[in-house]
């Protein structure tokens, strides 16, 4: 196994809604190892902490317990602004503001350094899939697709070594949600990251590869490899095949 580039140790967190409530506990004692250039998929019923637990990685969100550790290093000892650069998070819904998509391929934080050339902006393109005349188009008439693979450009363009993809295909409809499968699958194995997915989407499990996590209640029920068929916990192996997940964990 190549080094880990992510170490989750025992994390746990709890809510506590108002003050003299009781705390909600909403991740119970979660660890894994994802090694460099890993892909590891989260997967479990709506409410299990999916989201919460990818945006533990970069900080989005505090733990209550436990520690993240990434390329060996507390990610508390990180600035959060370059955690983030490093760690990129690809949303559901892809976040543009107006202006052309090189205005929002552009923005950055005014100290950030880097080569924003139009030349690169296009290689960031093209490495999405998409053409160089592109860059003069008005965001607001992308498909949703399209926004999807910017937000992904607009990552790639900070040299990201982690991307964390929350549901980032459902949104689209099938045509889009398979290019934008296509571009994270190739991006993975073109630049070597490595990726912590959230996703419903067999096709896109199964192109990243690596490990599956079943999270319920906070809880890790399974990890298991989707590389070695057979290995795999019989639920997973419905997942894969296809199926759902018991307890409700496909959303319609
Ligand atoms: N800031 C918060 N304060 C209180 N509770 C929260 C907060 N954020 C999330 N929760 C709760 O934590 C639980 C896990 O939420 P999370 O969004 O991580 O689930 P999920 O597995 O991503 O679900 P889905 O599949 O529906 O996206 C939910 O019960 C949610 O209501
Ligand atoms: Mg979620």
């Known amino acids: 196994m190549n080094d880990?580039?992510?170490?989750?140790?025992?994390?746990?967190?709890?809510?506590?809604?108002?003050?003299?409530?009781?705390?909600?506990?909403?991740l119970k004692d979660v660890s894994f190892i994802l090694e460099r250039g890993g892909a590891l998929t989260l997967?479990?019923?709506?409410?299990?902490?999916?989201?919460?637990?990818?945006?533990?990685?970069?900080?989005l969100v505090e733990p209550t317990l436990?520690?993240?550790?990434?390329?060996?290093?507390?990610?508390?000892?990180?600035?959060?602004?370059?955690?983030?650069?490093?760690?990129?998070?690809?949303?559901?819904?892809?976040?543009?503001?107006e202006g052309t998509v090189g205005d929002n391929l552009r923005v950055r934080p005014a100290d950030a350094p880097g080569d924003f050339s139009a030349a690169r902006l296009e290689a960031a393109l093209a490495e999405v899939g998409m053409e160089p005349d592109f860059l003069?188009?008005?965001?607001?008439?992308?498909?949703?697709?399209?926004?999807?693979?910017?937000?992904?450009?607009?990552?790639?363009?900070?040299?990201?070594?982690?991307l964390l993809l929350d549901e980032p295909t459902s949104a689209l409809d099938p045509?889009?949600?398979?290019?934008?499968?296509?571009?994270?699958s190739r991006l993975r194995?073109?630049?070597?990251?490595?990726?912590?997915?959230?996703?419903?989407?067999?096709?896109?499990?199964?192109?990243?590869?690596?490990?599956?996590?079943?999270?319920?209640?906070?809880?890790v029920e399974a990890i298991e490899s989707i590389d070695e068929p057979?290995?795999?916990?019989t639920r997973l192996q419905a997942f894969l095949a296809g199926g759902s997940l018991p307890e409700g964990a496909r959303r319609t």
């Open 175 to 184: 045509p889009n949600a398979l290019l934008v499968v296509e571009t994270i």
């Open 4 to 26: 880990p580039i992510f170490h989750v140790d025992h994390l746990s967190l709890e809510y506590r809604r108002h003050r003299r409530q009781f705390a909600v506990s909403i």
């Open 230 to 233: 057979g290995a795999a916990d």
């Open 43 to 59: 997967v479990g019923p709506s409410g299990s902490g999916k989201s919460t637990l990818l945006r533990c990685l970069n900080r």
């Open 66 to 97: 436990g520690t993240v550790w990434f390329e060996g290093r507390d990610i508390r000892s990180f600035d959060p602004r370059d955690l983030r650069r490093r760690v990129a998070l690809v949303m559901q819904t892809p976040v543009l503001f």
């Open 136 to 162: 003069q188009r008005d965001s607001t008439t992308l498909s949703g697709g399209e926004k999807q693979r910017v937000t992904i450009a607009r990552a790639l363009l900070r040299d990201p070594q982690a």
């Open 189 to 219: 194995v073109a630049r070597g990251l490595s990726i912590v997915a959230v996703t419903h989407q067999p096709e896109l499990v199964r192109r990243l590869g690596g490990r599956l996590l079943y999270l319920v209640k906070g809880r």
